[in-house]
């Protein structure tokens, strides 16, 4: 595709559900990040992958989060046993590598994950 | 482990005036600089980047900034301020061993006419 492509653009859950949040990078990008946007807590760093390395978990925020990427492609986020203070935009960026331009992400629009 | 401070929430310019937004890092070694910017329902977009060379960095929209390894900060200038301009600026750093990027806490730019 044209971007990174994120679904869906809005999640409404109960507290307690797990929800899962779907990340297309562009084609060719070998490295993929996740990170959550919380009013006043900026941009926060969740987890890392770049091409067959093993990913970079150190900003998961406890062990209800995970990450998966399929193929070196599509990613999924998978919140379990879902809590209000999980409530913020999630975005999925991607770049090329670290080489040269591979340094400039691509951001998704997000999704705007609400949990009642 | 890597950091960048944002010390100002909001910034507020006159349009036509000189604007600067803050940053400044912390990383083992030479770093890797950024800035992105969201415009009001748009997604983060990069603005210019910093790996070696020249301190002054130009990048889009007619911004620029400065990379000072002593006082390790990379401030966001622009010489003359538009409306348009107004969005929320993230800087960002990446150690040269590669790896996550981090990002900032945002500052909210708000540029009146």
């Known amino acids: 595709g044209a971007g990174v492509s994120q679904s869906p653009s809005n999640k409404v859950t109960e507290k307690g559900k797990d929800v899962e949040l779907r990340c297309d990078p562009i084609s060719g990008h070998t490295a993929l990040y996740w990170y959550r946007q919380s009013l006043g807590q900026g941009l926060e760093f969740l987890i890392y992958?770049?091409?067959?390395?093993?990913?970079?978990k150190s900003g998961l925020p406890s062990d209800r989060f995970s990450a998966e990427r399929t193929g070196g492609s599509v990613s999924t986020l998978t919140i379990q046993r879902t809590q209000q203070e999980d409530s913020a935009v999630y975005l999925c960026?991607?770049?090329?590598?670290?080489?040269?331009?591979?340094?400039?992400?691509?951001f998704g629009s997000g999704t705007q994950l609400s949990v009642l | 482990a890597q950091s960048v401070a944002q010390p100002e929430d909001q910034v507020n310019v006159a349009e036509g005036n000189p604007l600067t937004v803050k940053c400044t890092y912390s990383?083992?070694?030479?770093?890797?600089l950024f800035w992105y910017v969201q415009y009001p329902n748009r997604g983060l977009q990069f603005l210019l980047k910093?790996?070696?060379?020249?301190?002054l960095v130009k990048g889009s929209y007619g911004f620029e900034a400065e990379f000072n390894k002593s006082q390790t900060s990379f401030h966001l200038k622009k010489p003359s301020a538009l409306v348009s301009d107004s969005a929320l600026y993230f800087c960002?750093?990446?150690?040269?061993?590669?790896?996550?990027?981090?990002f900032g806490q945002g500052t909210e730019l708000s540029v009146k006419p």
């Open positions: 910093y790996i070696t060379g020249d301190n």
């Open positions: 960026a991607s770049s090329l590598g670290l080489s040269g331009d591979g340094e400039k992400l691509f």
């Open positions: 990383v083992s070694g030479n770093p890797y």
């Open positions: 992958f770049q091409g067959n390395s093993a990913p970079d």
């Open positions: 960002a750093v990446r150690g040269l061993q590669g790896g996550k990027l981090i």
